[in-house]
């Protein structure tokens, strides 16, 4: 899908951030990638790496965490982590299940070189 | 030496942002916005002509997105229904595109817009166009197994269309199985079997779509 995009708007976050705090340089980026985020992170790594070539970020490392499908019944309140056939339903009370991890695509942090 | 920052920033905040002046900018004007999400050729155009006409209560208008050609607005506009083309080079409308073309729409002022979103089973459920309701449409030729492997668009979707149902007999697919494959993944949403071609089923989507409004 479009990980060039979702590269180049995480590239852009790290250099507005670090352009903030006036740093040297960014070292690593990390994300936070939900498993229903549709994203690729081999894909996302090789397009971010040819995107920070020549800028603040050259050379930068960037981490990805993934993070697995979890759900909520509203109902009994259980939590569990629905399978590989997904199915969004609460096996013990039948109600639809919400969603509450494994959407995500944030920036969680970023390792800055400090100017001297 | 490094200093560690954290951030917690959403990577698509500036689609966000666009997204939510759009939600304020449809709300202002009492316009009713529905994002028509699906695989290509699962035939949203199509959906669309035979819906329209229906809404004798509403005054509609269509943003169509494709990456190539003005073929779809001119099949809307031959229903007698304002529409615009956005033609980008990119497997998803995101909100700045849907903000500008929403303005080449103000003297048509629909109390009922809809977005036909690029034919894409994936990419175009990340962006939020600042609709208040998301639909999926999915063709019964695609496969009831596709609503699982590709779930988000249909999790995040207030209503499902399986249309072309006139087709599963020749495609060896089952619609039961089907529609409880659309059920896994998206248990809240209203679900319409219906085939554009024949007209079965029409009925009961044009009256969800006839009832909408902003929210």
């Known amino acids: 899908m479009h990980e060039t995009g979702i590269a180049a708007e995480i590239l852009d976050i790290a250099e507005r951030e670090a352009a903030r705090r006036g740093a040297a340089g960014i070292a690593a980026v990390t994300v936070r990638v939900g498993d229903l985020s549709g994203v690729v992170a081999e894909a996302l790594s090789f397009a971010f790496e040819a995107l920070c070539a020549g800028t603040a ?10 993070v697995a499908v979890r759900a909520r ?42 100017a001297v | 030496m490094t200093q560690k920052v954290a951030l917690n920033a959403p990577v698509l905040r ?49 943003i169509e997105g494709d990456m190539q050609t003005d073929l779809d607005a001119s099949r809307i506009r031959a229903v007698g229904i304002a529409a615009h083309q956005i033609n980008v080079n990119s497997c998803h409308l995101d909100a700045r595109m849907v903000g500008e073309a929403a303005r080449t729409l103000i003297a048509v002022d629909p109390d009922l817009l809809f977005i036909e979103n690029i034919g ?43 249309n072309k149902i006139d087709l599963a007999p020749y495609c060896d697919v089952s ?10 993944v998206s248990p809240r949403a209203a679900v319409f079997p219906l085939s554009s071609r024949t007209g079965e089923g029409l009925e009961a989507w044009v009256e969800w779509v006839a009832a909408r409004e902003v929210r």
């Open chain 2, 14 to 62: 500036k689609n966000d942002e666009f997204a939510a002046e759009n939600r304020a900018w449809f709300a202002a004007r009492r316009w009713t916005v529905i994002n028509l999400m699906s695989g290509p050729g699962a035939g949203k155009t199509t959906l669309l002509e035979k819906t329209l006409p229906r809404l004798a209560t509403r005054r509609c208008a269509v």
């Open chain 2, 175 to 184: 619609l039961e199985e089907l529609l409880e494959s659309v059920r896994a």
């Open chain 1, 57 to 66: 970020a050259a050379g930068a490392r960037l981490h990805v965490e993934r």
């Open chain 2, 120 to 162: 894409n089973l994936v990419c175009p459920a990340a962006y939020d166009l600042g609709e208040a309701w998301r639909v999926t449409v999915f063709s019964a030729a695609e496969g009831s197994d596709k609503p699982r492997k590709y779930p988000k668009m249909f999790l995040q979707s207030d209503a499902v269309v399986i």
């Open chain 1, 73 to 114: 019944c509203p109902h009994c309140r259980r939590e569990s982590q629905p399978g590989a056939d997904l199915v969004l339903w609460c096996p013990d009370c039948g109600q639809p299940l919400d969603v509450i991890a494994g959407q995500e695509l944030q920036v969680e942090s970023l390792e800055l070189r400090e």
